[in-house]
């Protein structure tokens, strides 16, 4: 005789959550509360390292140590536009910006506690070996050259001065390099004879400013913020025509790159209301799906104490701080958690429709589809995890925190939130059946969800304000309707009042959904390979993402930063970029090494690429001041020349120069310092007998990886024939460049989200 099969059971760690669900929810909710609170007191707060291993990156580190920056001084780039965008080299459009940058050299306004002009630095400008008061322009050059000023000066005397300044004998010639590209020259008759004619629809205008100027006792990231808000007050002096002249030139004027931060910021902002707002319409659509205003709340809830518990965890396992962690993470948290809540629900639910009370329905249904849910966090886990082979420490910290995530996520909405559902529901025993259309609920449930949106965006962003919000969510729209709710349907059954008791939502009432499903799952033999073909096409089309940095993909493409950085291409092309260099430390005394550095300069030069001050130009100019050699000689080194090249004859005239130069700057013929020693020391660094300089080149762009990696593989060149050279003179000699380490970061970072996201396709199929 058959043995007869008592009730069906569910897996004994279902089995217990159903027993003790109330017991485990609590201590949760606790847990998560007291991380929230104690995390930021807890959590590691340096900031995490976005660059991956690699010499480009041992070079720059290197740099940075030996020419830790010695002055605070910073600059600032504005790009001067005629309004037509026909010359700018006007007497009315130059008259125009001397007169503003007057202003600015005089405006008094108290901006951050200080006057707006009593932040401007004058300094000697090494190209132009000329003092610069603050601001400094072609319009200034113009101004100094003309007896009577721009103000006494007709349109014809303008255009010769401008002739004779930037001849190419001139000592002004520099002035050229803050012309637009398409600056032209045409020849024509006037009262002095025939002179060339220049023509420029833009020029920039450099301004420099005492960064530490700026509180020094607040964060670095709070300081560029108060130095880029001074600029946007500089900028505005800038652009008042009407300041000094009624009737002043129509000039249009850009800060080029002075907001970045300030932009970034206010973008993020302005987004934050976006991110709220996208979770309270998660939460209204799972309400939707699953039929329940307690499904929305509680998965709600459920997101808030999953945030929590994140935030705590990672703060107990010292993650660095990662813009990663701390926004994107969480974000993707929201959609994997809410994944897991719908189908954990869901299949709750087909138990009761299968004929379960909802006391079994629970472990029967979890049961299920645990594993599923637990197959898809695993493998989702793994994907992310293999960001640690990066080489990227905030990509390998991103994937430990996603992965992290993605289990709590899987507990605490795939496995708890559910049984929580089912005991409420449980509970109120359904609703009385003439309530009508419940307009006044419906309405209700819509500012539930808005306030919930608030409350799981504030557990991600500040968790210490997010707990206690959370508090006050789970009592105004969790604990309190369920209070009223279980006395309406108390009375309602007291009057005698029919409930309403039936399952709802997961997919009934969505037949449409349902029987796709079905027929996908019916033909498998089908829709495993079509699955597979697509994952694969997916993975392949990823690989082709595009591996570029643009300003618009952070900040609206019609703001007036991305506009600037769009004026400054349009009219300087290849200007925006960076530099990119071959560091050299060891003994630089020797004259050979000198002319081997230099003869590299210059093959790079002929690839279009600019020159830059070294080791060398500090003796060719010391070589070239008097003074300079006369103080050198009364410490007791004599300077010579015999070769006529330009340098000092031996190791030893050169070390001293060295010393001199970086103690006492060099002067010119006159006695005007033109190399301050704080300017030296950005580029020659001297320990001893040991030595290190830069020899530097303009990379025209930060976002075409073309252009950065040809720049790269020239230097790398460069690099290489130096060390076949002076190698045995010199103890280290290596490439780097911020252009090149940010086009390497970001390959790094694109290689690695590639093969996560790949993975992450690869186990779709298994969800």
Same mark, same amino acid.
């Given at each position: 005789?058959?043995?007869?099969?008592?009730?069906?059971?569910?897996?004994?760690?279902?089995?217990?959550?159903?027993?003790?669900?109330?017991?485990?929810?609590?201590?949760?909710?606790?847990?998560?509360?007291?991380?929230?609170?104690?995390?930021?007191?807890?959590?590691?707060?340096?900031?995490?390292?976005?660059?991956?291993?690699?010499?480009?990156?041992?070079?720059?580190?290197?740099?940075?140590?030996?020419?830790?920056?010695?002055?605070?001084?910073?600059?600032?780039?504005?790009?001067?536009?005629?309004?037509?965008?026909?010359?700018?080299?006007?007497?009315?459009?130059?008259?125009?910006? $001397?007169?503003?940058?007057?202003?600015?050299?005089?405006?008094?306004?108290?901006?951050?506690?200080?006057?707006?002009?009593?932040?401007?630095?004058?300094?000697?400008?090494?190209?132009?070996?000329?003092?610069?008061?603050?601001?400094?322009?072609?319009?200034?050059?113009?101004?100094?050259?003309?007896?009577?000023?721009?103000?006494?000066?007709?349109?014809?005397?303008?255009?010769?001065?401008?002739?004779?300044?930037?001849?190419?004998?001139?000592?002004?010639?520099?002035?050229?390099?803050?012309?637009?590209?398409?600056?032209?020259?045409?020849? $024509?008759?006037?009262?002095?004879?025939?002179?060339?004619?220049?023509?420029?629809?833009?020029?920039?205008?450099?301004?420099?400013?005492?960064?530490?100027?700026?509180?020094?006792?607040?964060?670095?990231?709070?300081?560029?913020?108060?130095?880029?808000?001074?600029?946007?007050?500089?900028?505005?002096?800038?652009?008042?025509?009407?300041?000094?002249?009624?009737?002043?030139?129509?000039?249009?004027?850009?800060?080029?790159?002075?907001?970045?931060?300030?932009?970034?910021?206010?973008?993020?902002?302005?987004?934050?209301?976006?991110?709220?707002?996208?979770?309270?319409?998660?939460?209204? @659509?799972?309400?939707?799906?699953?039929?329940?205003?307690?499904?929305?709340?509680?998965?709600?809830?459920?997101?808030?104490?999953?945030?929590?518990?994140?935030?705590?965890?990672?703060?107990?396992?010292?993650?660095?701080?990662?813009?990663?962690?701390?926004?994107?993470?969480?974000?993707?948290?929201?959609?994997?958690?809410?994944?897991?809540?719908?189908?954990?629900?869901?299949?709750?639910?087909?138990?009761?429709?299968?004929?379960?009370?909802?006391?079994?329905?629970?472990?029967?249904?979890?049961?299920?589809?645990? $594993?599923?849910?637990? @197959?898809?966090?695993?493998?989702?886990?793994?994907?992310?995890?293999?960001?640690?082979?990066?080489?990227?420490?905030?990509?390998?910290?991103?994937?430990?925190?996603?992965?992290?995530?993605?289990?709590?996520?899987?507990?605490?909405?795939?496995?708890?939130?559910?049984?929580?559902?089912?005991?409420?529901?449980?509970?109120?025993?359904?609703?009385?059946?003439?309530?009508?259309?419940?307009?006044?609920? $419906?309405?209700?449930?819509?500012?539930?969800?808005?306030?919930?949106?608030?409350?799981?965006?504030?557990?991600?962003?500040?968790?210490?304000?997010?707990?206690?919000?959370?508090?006050?969510?789970?009592?105004?729209?969790?604990? @309190?309707?369920?209070?009223?709710?279980?006395?309406?349907?108390?009375?309602?059954?007291?009057?005698?009042?029919?409930?309403?008791?039936?399952?709802?939502?997961?997919?009934?009432?969505?037949?449409?959904?349902?029987?796709?499903?079905?027929?996908?799952?019916?033909?498998?033999?089908?829709?495993?390979?079509?699955?597979?073909?697509?994952?694969?096409?997916?993975?392949?089309?990823?690989?082709?993402?595009?591996?570029?940095?643009?300003?618009?993909?952070?900040?609206?493409?019609?703001?007036?930063?991305?506009?600037?950085?769009?004026?400054?291409?349009?009219?300087?092309?290849?200007?925006?970029?960076?530099?990119?260099?071959?560091?050299?430390?060891?003994?630089?005394?020797?004259?050979?090494?000198?002319?081997?550095?230099?003869?590299?300069?210059?093959?790079?030069?002929?690839?279009?690429?600019?020159?830059?001050?070294?080791?060398?130009?500090?003796?060719?100019?010391?070589?070239?001041?008097?003074?300079?050699?006369?103080?050198?000689?009364?410490?007791?080194?004599?300077?010579?020349?015999?070769?006529?090249?330009?340098?000092?004859?031996?190791?030893?005239?050169?070390?001293?120069?060295?010393?001199?130069?970086?103690?006492?700057?060099?002067?010119?013929?006159?006695?005007?310092?033109?190399?301050?020693?704080?300017?030296?020391?950005?580029?020659?660094?001297?320990?001893?007998?040991?030595?290190?300089?830069?020899?530097?080149?303009?990379?025209?762009?930060?976002?075409?990886?073309?252009?950065?990696?040809?720049?790269?593989?020239?230097?790398?060149?460069?690099?290489?024939?130096?060390?076949?050279?002076?190698?045995?003179?010199?103890?280290?000699?290596?490439?780097?460049?911020?252009?090149?380490?940010?086009?390497?970061?970001?390959?790094?970072?694109?290689?690695?989200?590639?093969?996560?996201?790949?993975?992450?396709?690869?186990?779709?199929?298994?969800?």
């Amino acid at each position: 005789m058959a043995k007869k099969r008592g009730p069906a059971t569910g897996h004994r760690v279902f089995e217990l959550i159903n027993r003790r669900i109330g017991v485990i929810a609590t201590l949760v909710v606790l847990a998560a509360i007291g991380l929230a609170i104690a995390a930021p007191s807890i959590a590691n707060d340096e900031q995490v390292n976005f660059d991956p291993t690699g010499p480009i990156f041992e070079i720059r580190e290197r740099v940075e140590d030996v020419f830790d920056p010695v002055t605070s001084v910073a600059s600032a780039s504005f790009l001067v536009e005629d309004s037509d965008q026909i010359d700018v080299l006007t007497r009315d459009d130059l008259l125009a910006f $001397k007169n503003r940058s007057d202003a600015l050299r005089a405006e008094t306004k108290v901006v951050q506690d200080q006057a707006l002009n009593s932040r401007l630095v004058t300094g000697v400008d090494l190209d132009l070996g000329i003092e610069i008061d603050g601001i400094y322009s072609i319009a200034d050059a113009v101004d100094a050259a003309l007896p009577a000023g721009l103000a006494g000066a007709s349109d014809d005397e303008v255009k010769t001065v401008l002739s004779e300044l930037l001849a190419i004998d001139s000592p002004m010639v520099a002035l050229r390099t803050t012309l637009s590209s398409s600056a032209s020259t045409t020849l $024509k008759l006037v009262e002095s004879g025939i002179v060339e004619i220049w023509e420029a629809p833009a020029y920039s205008a450099l301004l420099r400013y005492d960064f530490d100027s700026f509180d020094t006792g607040v964060e670095e990231a709070q300081q560029l913020l108060d130095s880029e808000a001074w600029l946007i007050e500089v900028q505005t002096v800038l652009r008042d025509g009407n300041r000094l002249m009624p009737a002043d030139a129509a000039l249009n004027v850009w800060g080029l790159g002075i907001d970045f931060n300030t932009a970034f910021e206010d973008s993020f902002m302005a987004g934050g209301p976006f991110i709220f707002l996208a979770v309270a319409l998660i939460v209204l @659509l799972v309400g939707a799906l699953l039929r329940s205003y307690w499904a929305a709340m509680v998965v709600a809830a459920g997101l808030g104490v999953t945030m929590m518990m994140y935030n705590g965890v990672v703060a107990l396992v010292q993650l660095d701080s990662s813009p990663f962690l701390q926004l994107i993470v969480p974000i993707a948290m929201i959609s994997f958690g809410v994944d897991f809540f719908i189908h954990g629900a869901g299949r709750t639910r087909e138990a009761q429709v299968q004929g379960n009370t909802r006391e079994r329905a629970y472990p029967l249904g979890m049961t299920a589809v645990a $594993k599923a849910l637990l @197959l898809a966090a695993v493998t989702s886990a793994a994907a992310f995890m293999s960001n640690a082979v990066s080489g990227v420490e905030a990509i390998t910290e991103f994937g430990i925190g996603a992965a992290i995530a993605l289990l709590l996520a899987y507990v605490f909405l795939g496995i708890l939130a559910p049984r929580v559902l089912m005991g409420i529901e449980d509970r109120l025993k359904g609703r009385p059946a003439d309530l009508g259309l419940m307009v006044l609920y $419906k309405a209700l449930f819509v500012v539930a969800a808005l306030v919930a949106g608030v409350m799981v965006s504030m557990t991600v962003v500040m968790p210490v304000i997010g707990a206690p919000l959370f508090v006050i969510f789970a009592g105004l729209f969790v604990w @309190l309707p369920y209070r009223l709710t279980r006395r309406r349907n108390e009375k309602a059954v007291a009057a005698g009042r029919l409930l309403i008791d039936e399952v709802r939502g997961a997919g009934h009432g969505f037949k449409a959904a349902g029987d796709v499903v079905h027929f996908l799952a019916r033909w498998r033999v089908v829709t495993l390979p079509v699955v597979a073909v697509i994952a694969v096409v997916g993975v392949i089309l990823f690989t082709q993402v595009e591996r570029q940095f643009e300003f618009t993909d952070f900040l609206p493409s019609n703001s007036e930063t991305v506009t600037g950085i769009d004026k400054a291409d349009e009219y300087f092309p290849g200007s925006v970029g960076g530099t990119g260099y071959v560091y050299v430390e060891g003994d630089l005394t020797a004259p050979d090494t000198l002319l081997t550095m230099e003869a590299t300069l210059v093959g790079l030069a002929e690839a279009e690429t600019d020159r830059s001050p070294n080791a060398a130009s500090v003796v060719r100019a010391a070589m070239a001041s008097p003074p300079a050699i006369e103080a050198i000689a009364a410490g007791g080194v004599q300077l010579t020349d015999n070769d006529g090249d330009g340098l000092a004859d031996d190791a030893a005239q050169i070390r001293a120069i060295y010393d001199y130069a970086v103690t006492e700057g060099i002067p010119n013929a006159q006695g005007v310092t033109i190399l301050r020693p704080d300017v030296v020391q950005r580029f020659l660094h001297v320990d001893g007998a040991t030595q290190a300089t830069r020899l530097e080149i303009d990379v025209p762009s930060f976002t075409d990886d073309e252009l950065i990696l040809a720049a790269r593989a020239d230097l790398e060149a460069a690099a290489a024939d130096l060390e076949t050279q002076i190698g045995d003179r010199v103890d280290t000699i290596g490439v780097s460049g911020e252009p090149i380490t940010n086009q390497a970061s970001l390959q790094s970072f694109v290689d690695s989200m590639i093969l996560s996201r790949s993975l992450i396709h690869i186990s779709e199929p298994t969800r």
